[in-house]
């Protein structure tokens, strides 16, 4: 387990609050921009960024971390599949940036939000649409498959659905729930590495 990932998964409930919301807010306070060759960031922006990088920092420590330390059998294909999803996010809030910056009406190297109107219609379809739904979609799957990671690692069995309800909730009612859902982290990895059966097909099929 690496220092990042023994953060986000000892850390209490408290520290993550602020890291979550009180830094964005922070950020967003500020009044800046950055107009970098490929990017123009304004406050805002940054913020949602740092909210994203740092949300999925934690579920990606708390789904690698519970897999590998508690669940001896489980399967790289799964594994793989889950730091993909996670990574999605990200990539799809950079890809969406460059569309939206490059000068379109001037072909140019000039970067610039103004030209938003002179964007190809494929480009807009990609940018505006797929994008973001295939951002939704991921981030949701990401808080799915976290989720029942929890509770297969604590409950030591397949898991079903009725068994996520109180923990999808959590993230519904996310800035109280965080402090439940943390709670059950930091005991859980605290618990006995002592899951020795594979179950990974129930985690990428169920």
Request: with cysteine.
């Amino acid at each position: 387990m690496n220092p990042l990932q023994s953060f986000f998964v000892r850390v209490n409930a408290l520290v993550l609050t602020g890291l979550f919301f009180l830094i964005p807010y922070v950020i967003s306070s500020l009044d800046f921009a950055i107009q970098l060759e490929y990017f123009y960031l304004n406050n805002s922006l940054l913020a949602f960024i740092f909210f994203i990088f740092s949300f999925s920092a934690w579920l990606w420590s708390i789904g690698i971390t519970l897999l590998q330390k508690k669940h001896a059998g489980f399967s790289t294909f799964y594994l793989s599949i889950f730091k993909l999803s996670l990574i999605s996010p990200l990539a799809s809030i950079f890809i969406f940036l460059i569309l939206n910056s490059i000068d379109w009406h001037n072909s140019g190297a000039y970067m610039s939000w103004a030209c938003y109107d002179y964007r190809p219609k494929p480009v807009v379809i990609f940018s505006d649409y797929f994008l973001p739904s295939a951002f939704l979609l991921s981030f949701l799957y990401n808080i799915f498959q976290t989720v029942k990671i929890i509770n297969f690692v604590e409950l030591q069995r397949p898991v079903s659905f009725k068994d996520m309800i109180t923990d999808l909730l959590c993230f519904v009612f996310f800035p109280m729930g965080l402090w439940l859902l943390q709670q059950k982290v930091n005991e859980l990895s605290k618990k006995p590495d002592n899951i020795t059966h594979d179950l990974s097909d129930h985690l990428l099929n169920s």
